[in-house]
């Protein structure tokens, strides 16, 4: 099989080349990556020489319309993830998640090639932190930032090229992920980073923001059964139970750390701040056959903290510009 796989030099979508490298010999995988702020070849060293690399913006219809045509499948990645950059400055979201998409999807129309579409628990909103429901494939789209904004759109011109025009679409909404790899803008290797330069961890507002985790790996095992066994035209949540507020995963990556339950400092919230996600993957596992291998977040947690004591040179010269920006808005 030949892959294309946007995005794949940021986090998520290299563990997935990683992954499939190490999982799928017979596979032959093309990234397709633009290399701003959040791609990093160093994230694909270990499969380097197995891949295909090519630098390139999936808004660019030539680009993506000559690699398209060569591939099998479309795995899509590629996107402006970050909340807060988002309220900064849209317009980069606008265009790759919505422009590039869509010419993602044109492409794929014009060759026939399958295609899978990666998005976001986000797309659905927030629910109140007392709430028992979680979202499902069939909850409405209610989405509170220009990020998740953007990502609806793109999952719903998805659905339309489906429906429309045959094209032959899954999608999958996962809910958090962290692991080895994710760039130190975002909460959980943030806070890791932090201990480990000696800086005091930052919690926005009260902490009590649920978000439900899920380890890297598992999120990409679970793309690969929608890919082998997913219905077309279907889209599956993907989560692993793992709802924790912001305060008790910074209290246990502490812990893990040997730091004080109280080793942080408080920030204000954050513009917009969902308060709780929650994914209910039943259809997942029900017509799948996946489940999550880290049922418990401590072990995860634990592993991804290893790999950041362990590469720091991954890591660190980065996290200079990282802390500048969060305190330029006093976060």
Excluded at 77 to 97: G, I, K, M, Q, Y
Excluded at 251 to 257: R, V
Aim: proline share 5%.
């Amino acid at each position: 099989m030949r892959v294309l796989v946007t995005g794949g030099a940021g986090f998520i979508g290299s563990a997935f080349v990683r992954r499939a490298v190490a999982t799928r010999p017979q596979t032959r995988v093309t990234v397709l990556d633009a290399l701003t702020y959040a791609g990093n070849l160093a994230n694909l060293a270990p499969v380097r020489e197995r891949i295909e690399f090519v630098r390139g913006d999936i808004a660019d219809a030539e680009v993506v319309d000559r690699l398209v045509a060569g591939a099998d499948l479309v795995v899509h990645f590629a996107a402006e993830s970050h909340n807060d950059n988002s309220l900064r400055d849209p317009a980069p979201f606008v265009r790759t998640n919505l422009v590039g998409t869509f010419t993602l999807l044109e492409a794929v129309r014009r060759h026939g090639v399958r295609y899978h579409h990666i998005s976001t628990d986000e797309v659905y909103g927030d629910l109140a932190l007392d709430d028992p429901a979680k979202f499902t494939p069939e909850t409405p789209y209610n989405p509170s930032s220009p990020y998740s904004s953007t990502k609806a759109g793109s999952d719903l011109l998805v659905r339309a090229w489906a429906r429309s025009f045959g094209v032959a679409a899954t999608i999958s909404n996962c809910s958090n992920n962290y692991g080895p790899y994710q760039h130190v803008e975002k909460f959980i290797p943030r806070q890791i980073t932090n201990v480990l330069c000696g800086i005091r961890p930052k919690l926005y507002g009260a902490g009590a923001n649920v978000r439900d985790w899920i380890h890297v790996d598992d999120h990409n095992d679970a793309v690969w059964a929608v890919i082998d066994r997913g219905r077309i035209g279907e889209t599956y949540l993907i989560g692993a139970d793992g709802e924790r507020g912001n305060k008790a995963v910074l209290e246990l990556i502490l812990e893990l750390m040997g730091q004080p339950a109280d080793a942080y400092d408080r920030v204000a919230d954050r513009a917009g701040h969902d308060l709780r996600y929650a994914i209910d993957a039943s259809k997942a596992r029900a017509e799948l056959g996946w489940a999550p291998s880290y049922l418990d977040m401590r072990a995860g947690l634990a592993q991804t903290i290893e790999w950041y004591r362990r590469h720091e040179e991954w890591w660190r010269p980065g996290k200079a510009a990282v802390e500048a920006s969060y305190a330029e808005v006093g976060q």
